[in-house]
């Protein structure tokens, strides 16, 4: 039982005098339960009081309750304030009492208490005021129990009147006062003879609407003038108005229709996670272990492909979708599964980027110490690298809250819960039998039972992907085998784990010998015990994991299996010596010419290789393979190629000594190629110049052989053409324009000079704007352009403005006239429509 | 999983490609190669570790051949020396689960139909372009008619789609006919007797077995089991004459009971052998010789040398869906890569054993395959150097140097049946001159090559110089050296062809041998480097020897 003893202290009357009531090791159980209490430390308990009622800290101890501690909070959210424990239990166990609830709710009643969230004692129990308002129900907030107000709440804008009609109708002696009238509803409501009785009158469909309401949501609409079956229940009160056209079935009413339940169904036990199946703890240890090695495998191959320039380095950080694509390739896997082994190593601070200016990714100093290590320990540095990383690769390809892609190794990938939920999930698997292995699904729930809040229901709520996650890459690193917990998987999380010895019995339907549940593993692992159940996980995997070969099995179709993993040095020269074609439990090793001859490259000889093959083959070595060996290796470095400057050749090979035997001869680096030819590191021009000062005559040779006439040869640059003149202003104009521009020019000066000769129809008054019929002007224009002469015209342009000018046409074409402008001199282009009139220049 | 396993020592290696290597020293591999063999099919049989190939159509194969998922998954882990990644093993259940949710079957009212046990595969299927044509109307949600024609399509179809349908609409009996085999003085061989066995067991599908190693005698075996009238399809004339002749000694048929239908001769009997060749001649457009199918209600159609079969015939094949078919090979490399259509259309593997097994047990002569490396004179090497692209194989693989060699290795074999066979005829008839020895190819009528075929064969000649014509079917029993100057490029099914031509068992017992010789430093030598590599795979290793060695050896 969680109550606590109360006999000898007067009950507390606050939260901050419960607390102060409490003894330290309930104040530290709850300072650990909600460790933000104490970041600041509290002054006093007072402080602590009110901290642990703020919103915030509620809020964060409300989600970290299992599913039953909070349906005890929310039952206490709908009891009277304070309730009784009995009451409490009413609400939980129903007026069935139901037992398991009955048993769960010491418990979980115990549980808030020491988290500071119910204080007071069994016949007071008072929830947290700010839990509460979080859980009780109002309109705007409807509580997961689906209950609504209760008669007090729900009436308490009604009229006296109406109060009294309701108490009425449903049987019960009136009385004048509101409160008592009430409460009087309240009493019969919560009786649950007299009720039955009520509704036992009730019509069927009246029936049928409280029993939409009873399980929530508890609103419901009516219209101003309601049906029968509503207004017998809005008579009785058993239907209360909470506004106009809404109505609330009370929370007293839903109560007796639920037999007095909060909760549709109490879940006072986690769900159980049973072994969907039980492997034999060989077959998964095995089985672990080989993933194991397939781990250490993958994650050194994917290094060994970065070895030489691994990818960039995105600028927002990260690697890009393309190369993710092309290491899941090269390590035949998925997308998703290349993106745990890059992170993996980028946890175990095998993996970094550079920092260079053009920044990659590469292996670590760290991963060359680690490659060092014995197989177990490597596995152990990963395993426990995995644990408590907050980055998820898989979150990988999705997007963040500003919609960018979340990339391997790049921001944004890290979630603080995924350690404690990948802790939860092994701790669950650890306390299955020895090899069962449970259903994920069955997983998945208990989880969202542990943190209903946290977890929301939904599928994809990060909880649960977190866990499936954690099931998956428990898989891929071997820490589970065929989905149940290995052994060396168990001692990670700091179980005691004795390593096995004794064989099973095994023979044809054999039964599983009967495990006793092994013990729990503890909630939290300090560093330092972290260290040590990685060691003892590495002892236990040691033994599980191949022992490295010293020898490969060669075949005469040139290729040679390794039936199993090599030693290192046996590895690597096998690894240049032939190119692998398959990977897995064996290698398959296949010899080519090529891989022959980069074997050679690398500076073996074929002795060497003959020597390497007979010592590490447990068969003679094969005709075919030593014949391969041999053939490669008399054509290797047949040609031989090399860089020289400038050559020296001459058919006196005497001369040819006597350069090289002349101590002055040094500098220029020479080397005789052949009796004829020598070979310089000098440029041909110091060459020559070094050979004559020396006392020789040498001559130059084009590359096509000719002897060079020595003469200073002036420099030329590649063909170019002139560059083209950059004009200032406007092109000069042709003679055409030029002649009609003087011309206008004087009839301009004319223009300005003489009277206008006056027109016969109308004198023009000084500025006005000729008038001429269009025919008329287009026939003076054509006429001006034969003869040369300036005209003086009426010109309207495209806003409405009217201007006069003088003009002298060039051409007259398309509904356009081409004129040198005297009056803005320059040639300009008018349209004829737009030209109101002409006029000749008056005569001089 | 649930059975004892002994991970330690185990013959067996998964690796991660679903290749498995099998130890073949180890004293479990025969009965690991037991449980392995009804699901993955051997891909090499090297001297120490055998490689298996776990495919998702030898998974369903061995579904449809009865086995279960459990069983796979039991046989790897039982024999697994390192524990299967349970990834591996997750697929393996998942692929054959694949098996058997369509059903090809006969409705009484209907005729074929196509049902489902998993409704959403139907749709999904139904929805896919290439099977829409294939079927008729929807009897109801989980049926569909198929039109008879299509049964050989829309089961190549579904196999693509990754649904293979279980055929359960059985096959014709056809015109029945009485076969027996008359085993007088000589019985099938144990390997015969069990080819014989899984092909009628399971109805229809290929036998693989070496050349030399008589698959004659298991087409006439599977014939005398089904009793009905038989065509048999052979790859040319001479190959037909020979299986008349092999019929008419070793079964109760007389020669008027088996027709030829080629080229020359048109005759439709109980028992009829046609050649590929007349099959798919195309006059205008059509195939006049299809409706030999259809001439007679055959019981049975085989295939000889099914690695070889024509397109068009594939095409046809996909319509006899109703009648057994068996293949017969020695391969099944095909260089064209459409191994699958040979299984989807004509059936599985239905049996096969590697090569040195059957060596082993006396039925193939042991060989001594040589590669003989011969240097180009500097000339030769210049002009070889210069050749276009196209020539540098004619060129290299005729070069005069080959000639010496071959005179040099017939002289040493002096006394011995010894075939020479190439490709370029040029090449040929100047060997043939050389050697004088009569030479057989293209234009070499029937007549003659038969008559030196029986010369050949009663020791009147002890060479014999062949093109790439005689390269299938002909039978030269006697042969015990065989020395290949040059070949298709490197068709490595050409080579183990020409292997079998030595490989039938010799009188006296004694070892046969391969020559095979190439120029070095050419692509002769990549070529042959190629052809090689399937019967290395065989276990027929190649010694490789220099031309001035064998020359100083002489």
């Not at chain 1, 866990?467 to 168990?490: D, K, N, P, Q």
């Not at chain 1, 019929?773 to 034969?786: D, N, R």
């Not at chain 2, 015939?313 to 391969?331: E, I, P």
Request: charged fraction near 25%.
């Amino acid at each position: 039982m969680g109550q606590m003893s109360t006999e000898d202290l007067p009950a507390p009357r606050s939260l901050a005098e419960a607390l102060r009531a409490r003894d330290d090791a309930s104040l530290a159980a709850l300072l650990r339960r909600r460790p933000d209490l104490i970041t600041p430390v509290p002054t006093d308990l007072t402080q602590l009081a009110t901290r642990a009622g703020t919103r915030a800290s509620v809020v964060r101890a409300l989600e970290r309750l299992d599913r039953f501690a909070l349906q005890t909070a929310e039952a206490l959210a709908v009891a009277g304030d304070p309730a009784s424990y009995d009451e409490l239990l009413g609400l939980m166990a129903g007026d069935a009492a139901d037992e398991a609830v009955v048993a769960a709710l010491p418990a979980a009643v115990a549980a808030l208490r020491e988290q500071a969230l119910v204080w007071g004692a069994d016949d007071r129990l008072r929830l947290v005021r700010t839990a509460r308002e979080l859980l009780a129900p109002s309109p705007q907030h409807p509580s997961p129990t689906g209950l609504g107000p209760s008669v007090q709440e729900a009436t308490a804008g009604m009229s006296p009147g109406r109060i009294q009609e309701i108490v009425s109708a449903a049987g019960l002696p009136s009385t004048h006062d509101s409160v008592s009238a009430v409460a009087a509803l309240t009493a019969l409501f919560t009786d649950r003879k007299k009720m039955k009785r009520l509704l036992g009158q009730a019509p069927a469909d009246s029936l049928d609407v409280l029993d939409r309401l009873v399980w929530g949501p508890p609103y419901g609409q009516v219209t101003p003038d309601p049906a029968p079956r509503l207004r017998w229940l809005l008579d009785r009160g058993l239907l209360l108005p909470t506004a106009p056209g809404t109505v609330v079935l009370p929370r007293e009413v839903a109560l007796h229709l639920r037999a007095g339940r909060a909760h549709r169904t109490p879940e006072p036990v986690p769900p159980a996670v049973e072994p969907a199946v039980v492997h034999r703890p060989q077959v998964v240890d095995g089985t672990a272990a080989g993933q194991a090695y397939t781990a250490l495998a993958t994650v050194e191959e994917l290094l060994k492909e970065w070895d030489e320039g691994g990818p960039a380095v995105l600028r927002a950080g990260g690697l890009s979708v393309r190369d993710l694509k092309r290491t899941a390739v090269a390590l035949d896997v998925s997308e998703p599964v290349a993106a745990f082994w890059v992170e993996l190593a980028y946890a175990a601070g095998l993996l970094a980027s550079d920092g260079e200016a053009d920044e990659r990714y590469a292996a670590t100093p760290a991963y060359d110490e680690w490659r060092e290590r014995p197989a177990a320990e490597r596995w152990a540095r990963l395993a426990e690298a995995w644990l408590v990383a907050t980055r998820t690769s898989g979150l990988v390809g999705g997007r963040d809250a500003k919609e960018r892609t979340l990339s391997t190794l790049g921001p944004g990938l890290d979630r603080s819960a995924a350690p404690e939920v990948r802790h939860r999930v092994l701790t669950l698997l650890a306390a299955l039998p020895e090899g069962g292995a449970p259903d994920a699904e069955a997983v998945l729930a208990r989880l969202r039972w542990e943190r209903p809040l946290r977890g929301a229901q939904s599928e994809d709520d990060l909880r649960t992907r977190l866990a499936r996650w954690t099931l998956t890459e428990a898989e891929l690193l071997g820490v589970t085998g065929r989905g149940a917990l290995s052994a060396h998987g168990r001692a990670l999380l700091g179980v005691a784990v004795a390593r096995r010895t004794a064989e099973e019995p095994k023979g044809p339907g054999d039964k599983l010998p009967v495990h006793h549940r092994p013990s729990a593993p503890p909630e939290h692992l300090s560093p330092p015990e972290q260290a040590v159940a990685t060691a003892a996980a590495a002892r236990l995997l040691t033994p599980l994991l191949p022992e490295p070969l010293d020898h490969v099995l060669l075949q005469a179709d040139l290729t040679a299996v390794a039936p199993g993993p090599l030693h290192r040095p046996l590895a690597d020269m096998l690894g240049v010596l032939a190119d692998v074609e398959s990977k897995g439990g064996a290698t398959v090793y296949r010899f080519t010419p090529a891989s022959v001859r980069r074997a050679l490259d690398a500076g073996r000889s074929a002795s060497d290789l003959h020597a390497f093959l007979a010592a590490h083959s447990r068969t003679p070595v094969p005709q075919p393979l030593a014949y391969l060996i041999d053939d490669v290796a008399r054509r290797h470095g047949h040609l031989r190629v090399g860089a020289a400057s400038a050559y020296v050749r001459c058919d006196d090979e005497t001369l040819l000594n006597e350069i090289l035997a002349d101590k002055r001869a040094a500098a220029l680096r020479l080397r005789r190629l052949a009796p004829t030819v020598v070979a310089a590191q000098a440029d041909p021009a110091t060459l020559l110049d070094g050979l004559r000062a020396m006392g020789f005559a040498p001559a130059a040779e084009s590359a096509e052989g000719d002897v060079l006439i020595s003469r200073a040869h002036a420099h030329r640059t590649p063909p170019r053409t002139a560059p083209e003149p950059v004009p200032e202003g406007p092109p000069v104009p042709d003679a055409t324009l030029l002649a009609a521009a003087i011309r206008a020019i004087r009839a301009g000066d004319l223009a300005s000079t003489t009277p206008r000769k006056p027109t016969d129809a109308t004198q023009l008054a000084p500025g006005e704007l000729p008038r001429t019929s269009s025919a008329e002007t287009l026939a003076t224009m054509q006429a001006a352009v034969l003869t040369g002469e300036a005209l003086w015209i009426g010109y309207v342009n495209a806003e409405g403005t009217a201007s006069q000018r003088v003009i002298a046409p060039v051409r007259v074409e398309g509904g356009f006239v081409t004129a040198y402008d005297h009056t803005a001199d320059e040639v300009r282009t008018y349209p004829l429509h737009r030209i109101t009139g002409v006029a000749e220049l008056a005569d001089d | 999983m649930r059975k004892g396993c002994a991970y330690v020592n185990g013959p067996l290696i998964v690796q991660s490609d679903k290749t498995l290597l099998l130890e073949v020293d180890h004293e479990r591999a025969d009965d690991c190669r037991r449980a392995i063999a009804p699901f993955a099919e051997l891909e090499r049989a090297p001297e120490h570790i055998h490689t298996y190939r776990v495919t998702p159509l030898g998974l369903w194969n061995a579904r449809a051949a009865g086995h279960d998922a459990e069983q796979v998954v039991d046989a790897l882990v039982e024999h697994s020396r390192y524990p299967v990644p349970h990834a591996l093993l997750v697929d393996i259940a998942e692929t054959m689960d694949r098996y058997g949710r369509l059903t090809l079957s006969k409705h009484p009212a209907h005729g074929l139909v196509l049902t489902t046990t998993d409704r959403p595969v139907l749709e999904e299927i139904l929805r896919s372009k290439r099977i829409a044509p294939l079927v008729g109307a929807r009897i109801d949600p989980d049926t569909v008619v198929v039109h008879p024609s299509e049964r050989g399509q829309i089961k190549q179809t579904l196999l693509k789609l990754g649904w293979p349908a279980e055929d359960l609409a059985g096959y014709v009996d056809g015109e029945a006919h009485p076969i027996e085999l008359a085993e007088d003085g000589w019985a099938l061989r144990p390997y015969q007797k069990q080819a014989v066995e899984n092909f009628w067991h399971g109805g229809s599908g290929v036998v693989v077995l070496p050349c030399g190693a008589g698959k004659t005698l298991v087409g006439a075996g599977s014939m005398a089991q089904a009793k009905s009238t038989t065509l048999i399809l052979v790859t040319n004339t001479v190959s037909a004459r020979q299986w008349k002749h092999e019929l008419v000694r070793r079964t109760s048929l007389t020669e008027d009971e088996i027709g030829e239908y080629s080229g020359t001769r048109k005759e439709i009997r109980p028992v009829t052998i046609a050649t590929y060749q007349v099959l798919t001649t195309k006059r205008k457009g059509v195939y006049p010789h299809l409706e030999l199918f259809d001439s007679r209600d055959w019981g049975l159609i085989v295939y000889d040398e099914v690695h070889l079969l024509p397109a068009p015939v594939f095409k046809f094949t996909a319509d006899l869906q109703a009648r057994r078919r068996l293949g017969l090979t020695a391969t099944l490399v095909r260089e064209d890569g459409r191994e699958s259509d040979v299984f989807s259309l004509i059936g599985p593997k239905r049996f096969d054993a590697p090569w040195k097994e059957i060596e082993a047990q006396g039925y193939i002569a042991p060989a001594d395959c040589v590669e003989v490396r011969v240097n180009l004179t500097d000339s030769e090497r210049l002009a070889y150097a210069t050749a276009e692209a196209e020539e540098k194989y004619r060129y290299c693989a005729t070069t005069d140097t080959k000639r010496k060699v071959t005179e040099a290795i017939v002289r040493r074999f002096a006394g011995q049946q010894i075939l020479v066979i190439g490709q370029y005829i040029d090449q040929l008839d100047e060997l043939g001159e050389h050697l004088n020895a009569p030479v057989i190819k293209g234009e070499t009528s029937n007549t003659q090559r038969e008559k030196l075929f029986d010369a050949f064969r009663e020791g009147e000649i002890s060479v014999l110089v062949v093109s790439k014509v005689a390269n299938f079917s002909i039978d030269l029993p006697e042969a015990t050296v065989a020395i290949q100057v040059s070949g298709t490029f490197g068709s490595r099914q050409e080579e183990a062809q020409r292997l079998g031509r030595v490989l039938r068992p010799k009188a006296d017992g004694h070892q046969a041998h391969f020559y095979s010789v190439v120029a070095r430093d050419t692509i002769d030598q990549d070529f042959a480097a190629h052809r090689q590599r399937f019967l290395a795979e065989q276990g027929y290793a190649y010694r490789i020897m220099d031309a001035d060695e064998l020359l100083a050896e002489s």
